[in-house]
């Protein structure tokens, strides 16, 4: 779940419609905070100097190169995946549905109705491109087609899809007003959303109101895949009603609308009525909490969001009392210093994990929304330096700001809190921090065809996806970071953005509200905190105070003191949870660089004191005597011979050894006929289970771990295993061998060996021309030694036979 917030819409005082701008503007004339966290006599003594202002030429510059990141990655897709529902930048070609290899429950975003393009319709706007908006717009009526027999995501589908068609109808209709162009159209995408919006209401029926996580486009509920269907999240079920309520006052038809407030006031009745806290997972039937874990990121994220959101738009001030009291929750709970730490929402003193993860980067920018500038001022700060620790915000890292999940997928939050900051502050610190994660984006996601996401930010790895809101939310939000609205078509105060950056109009708050009632459940009785706003002191101070004394907030973690016995980097083992813990107190991060190869990387500044940092160097300079002397002795390399039919002589391909399994020693070895595994990489069920038993079977590497793959062909029967490599033109004689790690686990039995690519090339060819072929799997030198024993003994008989003489 994303979230995306808005600070350059509109917003409504206590008794009508107030822009926005006016709020940040009177933000930035009140900036000051009064630091707590245990830095104010330090704050005290720092001078409030700006940051160095940033030229007129070179912000225009990064606008410019703002917009051609857009087209660069929008070409990109029209021209290599259009119709498809996003491009795959590394294979150029589009990502369908039921056509390109699944990916889980992560394709349940995808309904292979032009997604990308439907997504990115306003921010050609944005741009001033009304040409190629136009021409998009006449594809997309043309072409999408909501009748498929697919499950998706009713969140996603909400946010990327309604939202990007009704922004494209608003706009639509906005610029054959503003700029008599597009005088052809009729509507034809509020039509579509209305046609999309009717396809997502079977989710809703449930006995909470609150709509499943799923839906079947063509077929609602009504299909075995959703039978079962109970759980959603939070922010799935709460980030409904600005796309739903939009849907209902322009289409003049209600029920939209109806469905997202009952969702809505289900959710309210579900907090913790004594910490004011949510959970993330919940059982749409029962309303009962699956897991209660309470944060501000994936999960829940966009749920506050809309509760704010909805109040601005719709002027309906149930939503204004909701928030105000999650936000007091929050900053009293959750909320320690610039950080955001889960704590379970029944006991919420009670923390549930040791990361936070990326999602939460849209927080301070709500905060500069609802008005809370100092904690903004700060989280964006710990995220900064994190950023610029490990070049992206990884997608989860610890307490101390270590990598806990690696991934980085082009997200927005960070860069739209960046522009908010810039908005409500005029500080240009913000302008160079967007200039930053632009040149980040520039120098190591950029590829031929598009932008592709990080697979881990210590590797720079790349992954072949790029999500729709790369177009719709990163580079609209860096374009508008670097733009001056005066320079826009648009004026964009006159809106809000969805948590998906689509624009809305405020003028749909005027078209009357088809539900509230006025009359307030017994359920919201009115609390002194529903109503308190968090507003700036009017002492004149620049943000800059209150990010001083968190400059090294990331870099300086305090170290800790270590007791811990020195390891020897000849007795480390990966699969011991102590040693592991060990390397890491010592400064030492292991990066996985994927099909199960591990990098060790030693940081000083990373280690619990400096004495553990100087074991850190000393084990780093053992591990790499050992890497030069001792890899893979040629002692434990195995063999996987054969004899094709016709030859004299066995082939012999080397292999790597694995630390499970049975170890080919001696005379020990397997020899029998060889089976290729479905699917290949056995990362799942096995479709061919009864042709592998008694067998050799082949395996391909990848996506899950070898000692996986061991124990899915041996409970299928296989008498041993052979990992072919997948990395192209790897051979025994260009790369270092190495064993295959185990899990710790002593329970796979049969030998399993690996091959590189040439030499698994060879024997493949081998078995296609003789399906029959035997296959011996065994130590290389113990085979070698059996074939020398063999042929003396063949020369010793030839030998005999020549002195014999009639």
Excluded at 244 to 257: D, Q, T, V
Excluded at 529 to 554: A, G, H, I, Q, W
Excluded at 598 to 626: C, T, W, Y
Aim: hydrophobic content about 40%; proline content about 4%; some cysteine.
């Amino acid at each position: 779940m994303r979230t995306v917030i808005n600070a350059r819409g509109g917003g409504t005082a206590s008794t009508g419609h107030r822009p926005i701008h006016e709020l940040l503007t009177f933000i930035a004339m009140l900036t000051a905070v009064v630091l707590g966290w245990a830095t104010l006599a330090l704050a005290e003594q720092i001078p409030t100097v700006p940051t160095h202002n940033m030229s007129n030429k070179e912000r225009n510059e990064l606008k410019e190169e703002a917009r051609e990141m857009f087209y660069h990655a929008y070409r990109a897709y029209m021209d290599n995946a259009y119709p498809a529902d996003e491009l795959m930048p590394l294979s150029c070609a589009g990502r369908y549905r039921g056509v390109t290899p699944s990916r889980g429950d992560l394709d349940d975003t995808l309904g292979n109705f032009s997604m990308t393009l439907v997504d990115t319709l306003d921010t050609l706007v944005v741009l001033g491109d009304l040409e190629e908006f136009e021409h998009a717009v006449k594809l997309v009526i043309k072409d999408v087609k909501f009748d498929n027999d697919i499950i998706v995501s009713v969140f996603e589908t909400n946010i990327r899809m309604i939202g990007g068609l009704l922004s494209g109808h608003i706009l639509a209709e906005y610029v054959q007003k503003q700029a008599d162009v597009m005088t052809w159209y009729r509507g034809e995408l509020l039509e579509m959303a209305k046609d999309l919006g009717y396809r997502l209401l079977p989710a809703f029926n449930t006995s909470t109101g609150i709509p499943h996580a799923r839906v079947n486009l063509k077929h609602g509920m009504k299909v075995e895949a959703l039978r079962h269907s109970r759980e959603t999240c939070t922010a799935c079920a709460g980030t409904i009603l600005l796309e739903f309520a939009a849907l209902s006052r322009l289409s003049g038809e209600p029920i939209f609308e109806v469905k997202a407030h009952a969702a809505m006031d289900a959710l309210w009745k579900m907090r913790h009525r004594s910490s004011e806290l949510m959970g993330t997972v919940l059982n749409v039937h029962s309303g009962d909490w699956i897991r209660r874990e309470s944060g501000v990121g994936a999960g829940i994220d966009s749920y506050y969001e809309y509760c704010l959101k909805s109040y601005i738009l719709l002027g309906d001030e149930r939503y204004l009392a909701r928030f105000n009291r999650h936000y007091h929750a929050i900053m009293k709970y959750i909320s320690q210093g610039p950080m955001l730490l889960d704590v379970q929402m029944h006991r919420p003193h009670t923390k549930t994990r040791n990361f936070m993860d990326a999602l939460l980067a849209f927080w301070p920018g709500l905060q500069v929304l609802s008005g809370d500038l100092k904690p903004a001022v700060q989280t964006h700060e710990m995220l900064y330096q994190v950023m610029q620790m490990h070049t992206f915000i990884p997608e989860a890292f610890t307490f101390d700001f270590q990598v806990h999940w690696g991934q980085h997928h082009l997200r927005p939050e960070f860069i739209e809190s960046t522009y908010f900051l810039y908005r409500a502050t005029g500080d240009h610190y913000y302008l160079h921090a967007g200039k930053k994660a632009l040149k980040a984006l520039q120098k190591h996601a950029r590829v031929p065809c598009g932008y592709a996401a990080v697979n881990d930010v210590r590797t720079g790895k790349h992954e072949d996806r790029m999500d729709s809101y790369v177009l719709s939310e990163t580079f609209k939000y860096l374009f508008l970071l670097f733009s001056d609205p005066a320079d826009l078509i648009l004026n964009i105060e006159d809106f809000i953005f969805t948590t998906e950056a689509h624009l809305l109009p405020l003028t749909l708050g005027q078209l009357g509200n088809h539900t509230f009632t006025g009359v307030r459940d017994q359920d919201e009785q009115v609390h002194m905190l529903d109503y308190m706003r968090s507003c700036p002191s009017p002492n004149k101070l620049f943000p800059e105070t209150v990010r001083r004394p968190l400059r090294d907030l990331v870099t300086g973690v305090c170290p800790r003191i270590s007791s811990a016995k020195r390891l020897r980097a000849a007795d480390f083992q990966a699969s011991n949870t102590d040693h592991l813990r060990t390397v890491y107190d010592m400064g030492i991060t292991m990066v996985s660089l994927g099909e199960g190869k591990v990098q060790l990387l030693h940081s000083f500044h990373n280690a619990k004191s400096p004495e553990d940092a100087e074991r850190g160097l000393i084990f780093m300079q053992e591990m790499v005597e050992l890497s030069n002397s001792n890899s893979i002795p040629n002692t434990q390399l195995q063999a996987v011979a054969y004899k094709r039919e016709g030859e004299r002589e066995m082939r012999i391909l080397e292999a790597g050894p694995s630390h499970f399994g049975m170890e080919l020693v001696n005379d020990l070895a397997v020899v029998q006929r060889a089976v290729f595994a479905k699917p290949a990489k056995v990362c799942s069920a096995l479709k061919n289970a009864e042709e592998i038993r008694g067998k050799i079977v082949i395996i391909e590497r990848g996506e899950c771990t070898f000692v996986d793959k061991a124990r899915r062909v041996e409970s299928a029967g296989a008498v041993a295993a052979i990992v072919i490599d997948n990395t192209p033109n790897t051979s025994i004689n260009n790369q270092q061998m190495f064993a295959m790690s185990g899990d710790g686990r002593d329970d796979v039995l049969i030998p399993v060996v690996f091959l590189f690519t040439k030499e698994a090339e060879q024997l493949i060819k081998a078995i296609k021309e003789q399906p029959s072929l035997e296959l011996t799997l065994m130590s290389v030198t113990a085979l070698k030694e059996k074939l020398a024993r063999a042929s003396t003994t063949k020369t010793d008989t030839k030998s005999s036979d020549s002195k014999v003489t009639p």
